[in-house]
Structure formats: structure tokens, C-alpha cells
């Protein structure tokens, strides 16, 4: 099947949300430009990880003089629906572009190379997937003012935020069903 790659520059929005209920959620990134929106389903720890390398990105930016407007709230509208799942991603990459002044992130979807164990990937050598590769993963490509990467990171936090609550005693999320506890020795919390 010949590669989708599904460009984003610059998107009329671009938000992560989720779901479900907390403890089965499934997260999403959404990217609509007019009446073209995709949807990709990715893990909670990529949103983190995502929305905590792009503030890393921000504040490094702003140390180096350039200037990020921290003011721009983040979208609170929900994700549009229906919504359908174009892939899950396996791969995200996050750059910035210095000539432009704007943020690239480009999520990739998972392939059987992402889903081998992480001893059989320390002993093998994976080919890197190139960018014009006719017959690679899909691809989501969004660039991003820098306001705009500030309020995507702020709800995405909220987003990840809002699961459960952790356990005031070992931090696991904790179960509406009962918790055991750890560091209380398996008693329920």
C-alpha cells in the first residue's frame, strides 16, 4: 500500500485529546485544516513525553532570545468527532525550523519494527525509514507557530492531568474498583 502522508502546515488546529473513562482512555493527536481532519490514536506517556520535550523545546528557544508568546490559551473544544483513527503512532519526532521560527512534529505510524522486543532491537540493526519513501509508514506532519506550541502543550498536560488520581501512598493511578497498595502490602485503599 503506497504511503499517506497527511501535511499540517500551518493547521487551523491542532490538539491532543482523549477517550473514555480514566484508566481506559484512548489518546489521541487531531489535526484539522478545513474540512480535512485526521486522527491518530498514540499512548498516554507519548502525549507526555510529547508535550514535555515541546515546553523543553519553548523554554530553550526563549533562553536564546527568541520570543514566545506564553499568553495564548489553550483550545478547550473537544476533539471533532466521529472520530476515526487513521493509525496508531509508533514514532514521533519534534524539530524547529530557524529560518521559518516554527516547530515541526511529525508523528509516524507503528510498524512491525516498533513492536519487536527491546532485547531483539539492542542486537539488531533497524533500518531508519526514509522521508520519500513511497512505500513507508504514514505520516502526520504539522508545523506550528510557537503560540500555538504553547497551548498545545498546556492541554495536553490538562489531558494527561485529568486520568485518575494517583495513590497518596505509592503514586499508581488508583482503581474506582479498589487499590492495592504497595506500600501498604496489598491492603485496598
Not at 499517506?4 to 485544516?33: E, H, M, N, W
Not at 513525553?49 to 495564548?72: I, K, T
Not at 473537544?78 to 509508533?90: A, I, Y
Not at 489531558?159 to 494517583?166: D, S
Request: net charge negative; glycine share 6%; charged share 30%.
Amino acid at each position: 500500500m503506497s504511503r499517506r502522508v497527511y501535511s499540517f502546515d500551518p493547521p487551523d488546529r491542532f490538539v491532543c485529546g482523549a477517550i473514555g473513562q480514566p484508566g481506559q482512555r484512548t489518546f489521541f493527536l487531531q489535526a484539522s485544516k478545513g474540512q480535512q481532519v485526521v486522527s491518530v490514536a498514540l499512548e498516554k506517556v507519548q502525549v507526555a513525553a510529547l508535550a514535555e520535550r515541546l515546553a523543553a523545546l519553548l523554554l530553550s528557544l526563549r533562553e536564546r532570545g527568541v520570543d514566545v508568546d506564553w499568553s495564548r490559551e489553550p483550545d478547550a473544544l473537544p476533539l471533532v468527532e466521529p472520530v476515526f483513527e487513521q493509525f496508531r503512532v509508533g514514532a514521533m519526532t519534534l524539530s524547529w525550523d530557524e529560518g521559518r521560527e516554527q516547530v515541526l512534529i511529525e508523528a509516524r505510524e507503528m510498524t512491525d519494527a516498533d513492536l519487536e522486543d527491546e532485547e531483539d532491537e539492542a542486537d539488531e540493526e533497524i533500518a531508519p525509514v526514509r522521508a520519500d519513501d513511497a512505500d513507508g509508514p504514514d505520516l502526520v506532519r504539522v508545523t506550528l507557530e510557537l503560540a500555538d506550541a504553547q497551548a498545545f502543550v498546556t492541554r495536553a498536560v490538562a489531558v494527561v492531568r485529568a486520568g485518575r488520581l494517583p495513590c497518596p501512598n505509592c503514586g499508581e493511578p488508583l482503581d474506582p474498583h479498589g487499590h492495592f497498595c504497595v506500600r501498604r502490602n496489598g491492603y485496598a485503599h
